[in-house]
T-cell receptor, first 114, second 114 residues
Framework: GENVEQHPSTLSVQEGDSAVIKCTYS??????FPWYKQELGKGPQLIIDIRSNVGEKKDQRIAVTLNKTAKHFSLHITETQPEDSAVYFCAASRGYSSASKIIFGSGTRLSIRP | KAGVTQTPRYLIKTRGQQVTLSCSPISGHRSVSWYQQTPGQGLQFLFE???????NKGNFPGRFSGRQFSNSRSEMNVSTLELGDSALYLC?????????????FGPGTRLTVL
């Protein structure tokens, strides 16, 4: 079946440094790639997303890049802060209309060292 | 605007029992989806409802069922509980339109089966 691989599973960075999380998807028809942040005791929250007609998208300290040829997409967090500590999930979806089409990665636990 | 709410937040049951979980979506959202989250399997899609109709179902046994009411509130039921059903059950709501399916997650219900 279709799947999304996410690396690394854990990541520890010094406060102020950058963090990068990478995902690879298998379904070449995927055209929507959301990223979620899940804090302890809470549900996942969408932090940024990208559609297949765009190669890069930025929102303040967060950016996502997409390489459709290689079927790779990545999350970049710059100037990390303690509140960035959480589990991050990437996902790939074929279309925008159904939750059933969203395949999630296995998650990356990001820790920010003070 | 109130977010997605789920009740109860925590639940402890024994094998063989059944359980009902409840989800209230964001006002105006007509689509509700349910996910099971476990450390080993990650986020797995259970089912999706739109305007009281089940639109899609994931690969889970028939012990897992759900429904949606006319006010878009949804319930999911698990019968004959097994130890492996212990998980965080997440509900997400969205507008469910063809160009906007952003998932807004609730905090989840932590189910423990003893």
């Amino acid at each position: 079946g279709e799947n999304v691989e996410q690396h690394p599973s854990t990541l520890s960075v010094q406060e102020g440094d950058s963090a990068v999380i990478k995902c690879t998807y298998s379904d070449s028809a995927s055209n929507y790639f959301p990223w979620y942040k899940q804090e302890l005791g809470k549900g996942p929250q969408l932090i940024i997303d990208i559609r297949s007609n765009v190669g890069e998208k930025k929102d303040q300290r967060i950016a996502v890049t997409l390489n459709k040829t290689a079927k790779h997409f990545s999350l970049h967090i710059t100037e990390t802060q303690p509140e960035d500590s959480a589990v991050y999930f990437c996902a790939a979806s074929r279309g925008y209309s159904s939750a059933s089409k969203i395949i999630f990665g296995s998650g990356t636990r990001l820790s920010i060292r003070p | 605007k109130a977010g997605v709410t789920q009740t109860p937040r925590y639940l402890i049951k024994t094998r063989g029992q059944q359980v009902t979980l409840s989800c209230s979506p964001i006002s105006g959202h007509r689509s509700v989806s349910w996910y099971q989250q476990t450390p080993g399997q990650g986020l797995q899609f259970l089912f999706e409802y739109f305007s009281e109709t089940q639109r899609n179902k994931g690969n889970f046994p028939g012990r897992f069922s759900g429904r949606q009411f006319s006010n878009s509130r949804s319930e999911m039921n698990v019968s004959t509980l097994e130890l492996g059903d212990s998980a965080l059950y997440l509900c997400a709501s969205s507008r469910g339109t063809s160009d906007n399916n952003e998932q807004f997650f609730g905090p989840g219900t932590r189910l423990t089966v003893l």
